[in-house]
C-alpha cells in the first residue's frame, strides 16, 4: 500500500478564506473597536464592484459578518452583481437607484436617497446607479459574506451559484414598494424604507432613557435592522448579545461603553456617523450627552422570523440578569458610570435628566 506523502509546506493559508478573498480584492479591510466617520473612511478603486470601497470587519463581528463602504462616482453605476450571502444596505449620501432581477425574469427598479435602507435579496441579481451627475452616492452595507465565505470556500461557488431563492425574491412588481406588515414587539416586515432617520418610532421603555423603536424585517433574511432613539441627557441600560450588532450614529452626540464582564470598560465618544460593533457577550451602553435626542442604525442578527444564529439572546437583552436576563437595571449600576454620564453632560452643558428614569426603574 502507498504511504501518504509528507508535506514540509504548512497545512493552511495566512488568514482566513474571508480574509484572502478580501486581499484579492485589493481594498483595504479595517478592523478595531469603532470608526468616528464612514463618510470619512477612505476607499480604494473596487475593480470588481466598478467604484471606491473598503471593508471594515470589525473585532465586534467574530467575523461572523462585516460592512463595507462604497461609493459610486458622480454619473456612474456599479457593475451588476450577483452573491451567496445576505446583504443589507443604507445610504450613507447622494441619491440614486437600483435595478434587481433574478435571471431571465423581469427587472425591478426603485430609487434611494440618503437615509434609505433595503436588501437585494440572497443571490439575485441588482445594479446600483448614481441618480446625479455631480456627487458621487455613498453606502454602507452589512453582509453576511464572513461566515458564508468561510464556510463554503469556494469564491466561485459564492459568486456563480445559480440557485434562485424564489421563497425570497419571485420577481413581484411590488417587491420594494408595499406597504409591508407590522408586528408586536415593534417590528416591520419591509423590504424598503425610505429614510431611516426621520421614520417615526414606538417606545420601549423596558430599555429606559426614554427608548423607542422600530425593528425592520428585510427581504426575509436572517440578517435585521432597528433603529432606536433616546432622550436628551439620557442613556440606555447596559446589556450583551451576540457579536456583529453594527450601530451606525444617525444624530446626537454621546458615547459608548463596552466591557467584557469583569474586565476594564472601554469607551468610545461618537457623533453622527460614527460605528461601533459591541462584541459578543460584552456589555455595552449608550449615551446620549448633546442636546439632541440621539438616535442610531443597528444592522446585525437577530431576525425575530429566522433567529438564533449566533446566541442573539432573542427575548433575553431587555430582561434584568437577575431574572436570567442580559441587562443590568440602573440601580445595579456601577455608580462610576452615572458620574461619568454626569461629568460628560456638565461637560457638554446639558442637564441630565436621568432622574425620571431611575425612579420608574425602581
Ligand atoms: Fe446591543
Same mark, same amino acid.
Given at each position: 500500500?502507498?504511504?501518504?506523502?509528507?508535506?514540509?509546506?504548512?497545512?493552511?493559508e495566512?488568514?482566513?478564506?474571508y480574509?484572502?478573498?478580501?486581499?484579492?480584492?485589493?481594498i483595504?479591510?479595517?478592523?478595531?473597536?469603532? =470608526?468616528?466617520?464612514?463618510?470619512?473612511?477612505?476607499?480604494a478603486?473596487w475593480?470588481?464592484?466598478? +467604484?471606491?470601497?473598503a471593508? =471594515?470587519?470589525?473585532?465586534?463581528?467574530?467575523?461572523?459578518?462585516?460592512?463595507?463602504i462604497?461609493?459610486?462616482?458622480?454619473?456612474?453605476?456599479?457593475k451588476?452583481?450577483?452573491?451567496?450571502f445576505?446583504?443589507?444596505?443604507y =445610504?450613507?449620501?447622494?441619491k440614486?437607484?437600483?435595478?434587481?432581477?433574478?435571471?431571465?425574469g423581469?427587472?425591478?427598479?426603485?430609487?434611494?436617497?440618503?437615509?434609505?435602507?433595503?436588501?437585494p435579496?440572497?443571490?439575485s441579481?441588482?445594479?446600483?446607479?448614481?441618480?446625479?451627475g455631480?456627487?458621487?452616492?455613498?453606502?454602507?452595507?452589512?453582509?453576511?459574506?464572513?461566515?458564508m465565505?468561510?464556510?463554503i470556500?469556494?469564491?466561485?461557488?459564492?459568486?456563480?451559484?445559480?440557485?434562485?431563492?424564489k421563497?425570497?425574491?419571485?420577481?413581484?412588481?411590488?417587491?420594494?414598494?408595499?406597504?409591508?406588515?407590522?408586528?408586536s414587539g415593534?417590528?416591520?416586515?419591509t423590504?424598503?424604507?425610505s429614510?431611516?432617520?426621520?421614520?417615526?418610532?414606538?417606545?420601549?421603555k423596558?430599555?429606559?432613557?426614554?427608548a423607542?423603536?422600530?425593528?425592520?424585517?428585510?427581504?426575509?433574511?436572517?440578517?435585521c435592522?432597528?433603529?432606536?432613539?433616546?432622550?436628551?441627557?439620557a442613556?440606555?441600560?447596559?446589556?450583551?448579545?451576540?457579536?456583529?450588532a453594527?450601530?451606525?450614529?444617525l444624530?446626537? $452626540?454621546g458615547y459608548?461603553?463596552?466591557?467584557?464582564?469583569?474586565?476594564?470598560?472601554?469607551?468610545?465618544?461618537w457623533?453622527?456617523?460614527s460605528?461601533?460593533?459591541?462584541?459578543?457577550?460584552?456589555?455595552? $451602553?449608550?449615551?446620549?450627552?448633546?442636546?439632541?435626542?440621539?438616535?442610531?442604525?443597528?444592522?446585525?442578527?437577530?431576525?425575530?422570523?429566522?433567529?438564533?444564529?449566533?446566541?442573539? +439572546?432573542?427575548?433575553?437583552t431587555? =430582561?434584568?440578569v437577575k431574572?436570567?436576563?442580559?441587562?443590568?437595571?440602573?440601580?445595579?449600576?456601577?455608580?462610576?458610570?452615572?458620574?461619568?454620564?454626569?461629568?460628560?453632560?456638565?461637560?457638554?452643558?446639558?442637564?441630565?435628566t436621568?432622574?425620571?428614569y431611575?425612579k420608574?426603574?425602581?
Amino acid at each position: 500500500m502507498e504511504q501518504p506523502k509528507i508535506s514540509t509546506t504548512p497545512i493552511a493559508e495566512e488568514g482566513s478564506s474571508y480574509q484572502r478573498w478580501v486581499k484579492s480584492e485589493g481594498i483595504p479591510l479595517i478592523g478595531g473597536f469603532f =470608526i468616528e466617520d464612514i463618510q470619512k473612511v477612505e476607499l480604494a478603486p473596487w475593480e470588481s464592484k466598478g +467604484g471606491l470601497g473598503a471593508r =471594515i470587519c470589525l473585532d465586534g463581528t467574530g467575523e461572523t459578518n462585516d460592512a463595507y463602504i462604497c461609493e459610486i462616482p458622480a454619473g456612474k453605476s456599479l457593475k451588476p452583481q450577483k452573491h451567496f450571502f445576505e446583504e443589507l444596505v443604507y =445610504i450613507i449620501s447622494g441619491k440614486g437607484a437600483t435595478t434587481i432581477w433574478n435571471p431571465g425574469g423581469p427587472k425591478r427598479t426603485f430609487e434611494w436617497q440618503e437615509g434609505s435602507l433595503f436588501s437585494p435579496p440572497l443571490n439575485s441579481c441588482y445594479q446600483h446607479f448614481n441618480g446625479s451627475g455631480n456627487e458621487p452616492a455613498r453606502y454602507i452595507a452589512v453582509t453576511s459574506a464572513p461566515c458564508m465565505v468561510n464556510l463554503i470556500h469556494s469564491l466561485d461557488f459564492i459568486f456563480n451559484c445559480d440557485y434562485v431563492f424564489k421563497d425570497r425574491f419571485n420577481s413581484e412588481d411590488d417587491y420594494f414598494s408595499k406597504p409591508g406588515t407590522w408586528y408586536s414587539g415593534r417590528t416591520w416586515q419591509t423590504n424598503f424604507v425610505s429614510d431611516v432617520r426621520n421614520l417615526q418610532l414606538l417606545e420601549w421603555k423596558e430599555r429606559g432613557g426614554g427608548a423607542s423603536q422600530v425593528r425592520f424585517e428585510l427581504s426575509e433574511n436572517t440578517l435585521c435592522g432597528h433603529v432606536s432613539q433616546f432622550g436628551v441627557g439620557a442613556y440606555k441600560k447596559a446589556h450583551f448579545h451576540g457579536p456583529g450588532a453594527h450601530v451606525i450614529i444617525l444624530s446626537g $452626540q454621546g458615547y459608548s461603553l463596552l466591557w467584557p464582564p469583569g474586565q476594564p470598560i472601554q469607551r468610545y465618544d461618537w457623533k453622527p456617523g460614527s460605528l461601533v460593533v459591541p462584541p459578543a457577550n460584552w456589555f455595552h $451602553q449608550h449615551f446620549n450627552a448633546g442636546a439632541e435626542p440621539a438616535r442610531y442604525l443597528a444592522l446585525r442578527w437577530g431576525s425575530q422570523k429566522y433567529h438564533e444564529m449566533w446566541g442573539e +439572546g432573542k427575548g433575553k437583552t431587555d =430582561i434584568d440578569v437577575k431574572l436570567g436576563g442580559n441587562q443590568i437595571e440602573y440601580e445595579d449600576e456601577d455608580p462610576k458610570v452615572k458620574q461619568m454620564f454626569e461629568e460628560a453632560c456638565a461637560k457638554a452643558g446639558v442637564k441630565s435628566t436621568m432622574d425620571r428614569y431611575y425612579k420608574k426603574s425602581q
